[in-house]
């Protein structure tokens, strides 16, 4: 590990940071809100900016984090890492369209809800 990650998974130990994690938690009444699925044990508060060793500390605005599920969680860096590498978006037109056509061959939706 280096010595940011060090810092970093020492303060996600740290009492402040639990406590954050509960309230953060209760706030979105245990709900991923982009899969609007129950947040599992291995969800994770997601820093919605660059989290350098500088600001990774910082809790101070509530709206700069959100919950979510480690699957998600994945989901959205890969596609930030995509975006920051290529700034290029249409990459989730793409996903969207993949996706909408596995779902209706497989049987997942109707044609009538896309």
Sequence with gaps: MTKESDMKAAFRRTKIWKDFRKKMKEKQNGIDPI??????KAANLHH?????????????NEDDFIFINKQTHDAVHW???????????????????????????????DEDQI
């Design 35 to 40: 899969t609007r699925t129950k947040l599992q």
């Design 79 to 109: 596609i930030l890492r995509y975006v920051k590498k290529y700034g290029d978006l249409r990459v989730l037109d793409a996903f969207y369209d993949e996706i909408v056509s596995e779902a209706v061959r497989n049987d997942f939706i």
């Design 48 to 60: 919605r900016y660059f989290a350098t060793s500088e600001n990774y500390t910082d809790l101070s």
